[in-house]
Every structure is written in structure tokens, then in C-alpha cells.
């Protein structure tokens, strides 16, 4: 009886931690941009990245040549080249 109390209360206890956390990252979360952080996964594919690959391209490489020189999956490379170019 008294091993499952202890484990009762340890278990109460590392609830309250995981509250504890997760209100202090949903009170941190829009203030983030703000202080110039980002969330998320890194982007592998930036503007020069894509600039190379767009005209890696116009000359006639395939893509699967490009992402593999480049480090990156086929699928991302095509879901960029669907994207309008920056300026």
C-alpha cells in the first residue's frame, strides 16, 4: 500500500512539472519572432540554394542530379520550383 502511494505522488509531481513546462513554452511562443527566434525545423533549401537550382535547371539537369548535389530530397526540390521566384 504504501509503494503505491509513493508512486501516486511521484506521479502527481511530474505532472505538475509537465504543466509548469508547458504553460511557460505556450506563454514563450509569440514572443519568439519578436526577439528574432524561429521555431521549427531548419529550411535546407534558402535563396541561393534555390537560385543555383533554378538555373541548374534551365540548362536542362535533372532534378534528381540537383538535390542530390545540393543535399536535399527531390520532393523539396520540387515543391520549390512550383513557388514563384524571388526577387
Do not use: C, W
Not at 23 to 50: C, F, I, V, W
Request: aromatic share 4%.
Amino acid at each position: 500500500m504504501a509503494d503505491k502511494m509513493l508512486f501516486l505522488v511521484a506521479e502527481m509531481a511530474a505532472e505538475m512539472e509537465r504543466d509548469g513546462t508547458r504553460e511557460q513554452t505556450r506563454s514563450g511562443l509569440p514572443g519568439g519572432p519578436a526577439q528574432g527566434r524561429r521555431s521549427g525545423r531548419p529550411r535546407r533549401l534558402n535563396r541561393d540554394k534555390l537560385a543555383i537550382a533554378r538555373d541548374r535547371r534551365k540548362r536542362g539537369e535533372s532534378v534528381t542530379a540537383i538535390a542530390r548535389d545540393l543535399g536535399i530530397g527531390r520532393s523539396t526540390l520540387y515543391r520549390a520550383f512550383q513557388l514563384p521566384a524571388h526577387p
